[in-house]
């Protein structure tokens, strides 16, 4: 069975700091990875996605994520966070062939000034 | 591109009676659709899977006669909540992969979503 763990539930940082977010999934063959950001009553925009090659992706708004295969870990990153950042943010897991993704419990982002 | 809508964007009934959400990709084909359920300050929860003429996949533990959907074209999914109750209350979502080449992509672009009040 496929799963996404996001461990932390919120996070607090301030603007124009870096920022991490992890996701660890679980997956019984080659993942497709994807962040998603949702805004307080809205849907989810794809901000990456990794289905093969580069192993490092580049998404919009700033934001990159790292595959790591040996810790099973799809990390997002950016280097300054801007408050129009604050969301919450979900990571999803699927595969090829596969085309139901299952989501993590997501990880609410504040940023103070 | 890429863009999915959804209509209502909030809906408030009655108990009883029966609200149908569309979901629609504006710009680009979709064979597939998904809709989902998401509580406050929670994850998404797939209700189902839409394909284009044919029947919806149902989750485990979904009633497919009381969320009955329809993807009667390459761009339009309903999602129909029968007799609502007050626990149907809920922000519905949907998705669309979409069609590349006569296949769908393993993409999910989602919908802004709809606020359902059951009272």
């Known amino acids: 069975a496929q799963s996404v763990t996001q461990p932390d539930i919120h996070i607090t940082v301030s603007e124009g700091a870096s920022l991490e977010l992890r996701c660890n999934y679980s997956?019984?063959?080659?993942?497709?990875l994807f962040w998603y950001v949702q805004s307080p009553g809205q849907g989810l925009q794809l901000l990456l996605k990794y289905f093969s090659g580069d192993t490092l992706v580049q998404g919009i708004k700033g934001f990159e994520a790292e595959f790591k295969r040996s810790q099973s870990s799809f990390n997002l990153r950016k280097p300054s966070v801007h408050w129009s950042d604050a969301a919450e943010y979900f990571c999803?897991?699927?595969?090829?062939?596969?085309?139901?993704?299952?989501f993590g419990t997501g990880t609410r982002l504040t940023i103070i000034p | 591109g890429a863009v999915v809508s959804q209509h209502p964007s909030w809906v408030i009934c009655k108990s009883g009676t029966s609200v149908k959400i569309e979901c629609r990709s504006l710009?680009?084909?979709?064979?597939?659709m998904f809709w989902y359920r998401q509580f406050p300050k929670q994850s998404l929860m797939l209700m189902a899977t839409s394909n284009e003429g044919s029947k919806a996949t149902y989750e485990q533990g979904v009633e497919k006669d009381k969320f009955l959907i329809n993807h009667a074209s390459l761009t339009l999914s309903t999602l129909t909540v029968t007799s609502a109750h007050p626990e149907d209350s809920s922000f519905y979502i949907c998705s669309a992969r979409e069609d590349r080449l006569g296949r769908s992509t393993d993409t999910q672009y989602f919908g802004p979503g709809t606020r359902l009040t059951v009272l």
């Open positions: 999803a897991v699927g595969g090829f062939g596969n085309e139901k993704l299952t």
């Open positions: 710009d680009f084909q979709a064979t597939t």
């Open positions: 997956y019984g063959a080659t993942p497709y």
